[in-house]
C-alpha cells in the first residue's frame, strides 16, 4: 500500500464500520486485542472501537507489531480493474443518491458492460446496485431526519420521491421517520436481564416485537451496551413479571421448541432481513454454512455479506445465527463467544 493521507479518525471509523471498500487502499485498521490488521471492508466481527488503532500503510502497521489478517488479506497486491469498478460504482451511487441512476448509466460511467457489472457489483457486495442508492438514500434520510430536519425535507433531500415511500419503509429504519427524527425519543421498549443456560440473558421488547437479546456474564455490561444501542428511547426494566416472549426464549435453551409466534422488531436492511428469515427456517438441531444461506436466498455469491447479516444479528437466538456454520465445517465465530456457541448448538442437537 502507497502512502496515503490517514482520513480522520470519525470517518475512518465510520468506514470501518460500515466496512466501506471505498477506503480499501486509503488505510488499515488494527485492533489491539488480536494484534492483527485489516481492511476498511473486511468482514471479521467489528472491535470495540477503544482497541482500534489506524494506519497509513501496511508497512506502518507491521512495524507497530501487528500482521496482517488472512480474512482480507491487506498486504496483497492493488484492486483488480474490476473491483475498482464497483468502488467507483458504489462512489457514483452515493454521490448521486438523490437522482435514479441506471445500470446503463453505471454501465458507461465505470466503462464496464451493464451485465458484467452486475454480476460482480452483487459478488462483492451482496446487494445489487439499485438495493445499494436504495440503502444510501436511508441512510442520508436518518442523517437528516436526526439533524432535526422535517420529514418532507428530509426525504427530498436523501433523494426519496414522496414521504409515503418512506413510510412505507418504516421496517428498514426500524421506527417511523417521525420517531428518527426525534432521536429514537418516542419509542419505548422494556427490558429484563434474566438467568439462562448460557448465562445472563438481557432481552428488550417494543410494543411490537422482541428487539435485542444479549448473551453475557455481567447484568450492567449487558445493559449499558443494550442502552448504547438505544440512545434516545424510552427505556425501562420489565420488572419482576417476565414477558411470555422472553419466557419462550429461556425455554427454547432449556430444550423446548420455542413458539414460531415470537415477532421481531429488529433494525435493518433488506438484504439482512433476507438472511434474517431464512436463518429462521433452519431446523432445530441442524446447520448451514454461509455458503448454503447464500444459497437459499437466492444468493450464491453473497457468501461474505451472509457472514456480515449473521454477525449484525441483533435478536440472536429468535434469529439462530449460531446455527450457520464455516464451509469447512468449523463453528467459525459468534458474538457472544465460541464457547457458547458449542454449547449452544450441542442442547439443539441433544433435545
Known sequence: MSPATLPDRSTAWNAVRHRDRRFDGR????????????????SSRRPTRSNVEFFSTTAAAQRAGYRACKRCQP???APSGIERAVAHACEYLAAHADAPVTLAMLARETRVSAFHLQREFKRALGISPREY????????????LRKGD???RATYEAGFGSSSRVYERSRSLGMTPATVRKGGAGQKIQFSVVASPLGRLLAAYTQHGICAVALGDDDRTLERSFRDGFPNA??????????????????SLDGEQPSP???????????????WNALQQIPRGTTLSYGEVAKKIGKPSAVRAVARACATNPVALVVPCHRVIREDGGLGGYRWGIDRKERLLARERDS
Open 27 to 42: 488505510f488499515v485498521y488494527a485492533v489491539s486485542s488480536t494484534k492483527i490488521f485489516c481492511r476498511p471492508s473486511c
Open 75 to 77: 498486504t496483497s497486491s
Open 133 to 144: 442508492q436504495d440503502a444510501e438514500r436511508r441512510r442520508r434520510l436518518t442523517k437528516h
Open 150 to 152: 422535517t420529514v418532507s
Open 234 to 251: 424510552e427505556i425501562h426494566p420489565a420488572g419482576p413479571a417476565i414477558h411470555e416472549w422472553i419466557a419462550a426464549i429461556v425455554k
Open 261 to 275: 409466534a415470537i415477532p421481531v422488531d429488529a433494525h435493518g436492511t433488506a438484504f439482512q432481513h433476507r438472511v
